[in-house]
């Protein structure tokens, strides 16, 4: 098990994760040591509270993987201070696996396509539109900063599934 990553229970990943104000050095540190234990657990995001940092800045990085063979291709696209701003009115709902949640997945609500705004890792003010699976990856990430996981959000616990029984069924 990777201890790096705080996982279920761990009181950070309930706590509603402070504005990032200053882009400096410590930022990029804590932007770098992300993508490092993203990478070292094959995620496709992470959010800065699943290192033990409360701190507004979430990380979405899909690629084709094992776990999620279809997930398109992108480029890692840091986010600080996220914020959806605009959705549209369609929603799927989707299998999500968590981090902090090993073993456990859960089908999930989320909008199809949504826009964010954010700042890089220098301040400056972006935005972004996302769809599909892409807009899950960065909702569940957008979640961590207000202090929950996917669990809070499925509509029935018969929507969670030991992963295990989810690579036989589901996938
Ligand atoms: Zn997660």
Known sequence: ??????????????????????????????????????????????????IFA????AIIA???????PD????EPLVMVNPEMLTHGSTEQVGWEGCLSVPGIRGKV??????????QDLNGEAKSVELSGFLAR?????LDHLDGKTFI?????????????VWEQQCR
């Open 1 to 50: 098990m990777n201890n790096n990553i705080a996982q279920l229970g761990e009181p950070v990943l309930g706590e509603v994760a402070t504005y990032v104000r200053e882009f400096g050095p410590e930022l990029a540190e804590l932007v770098e040591r992300m993508m490092t234990e993203m990478e070292r657990a094959n995620g496709i995001g992470i959010a800065a509270p699943q």
């Open 54 to 57: 409360s701190q507004r800045v």
């Open 62 to 68: 899909s690629r084709p993987s094992e776990r999620y």
């Open 71 to 74: 997930a398109p291709h992108m």
């Open 109 to 118: 609500r989320r909008y199809c396509d949504i826009g964010i705004a954010y």
């Open 137 to 141: 990856i960065a909702l569940h990430e």
């Open 152 to 164: 809070d959000k499925v509509e029935s616990r018969r929507d969670l599934i030991a992963g295990t």
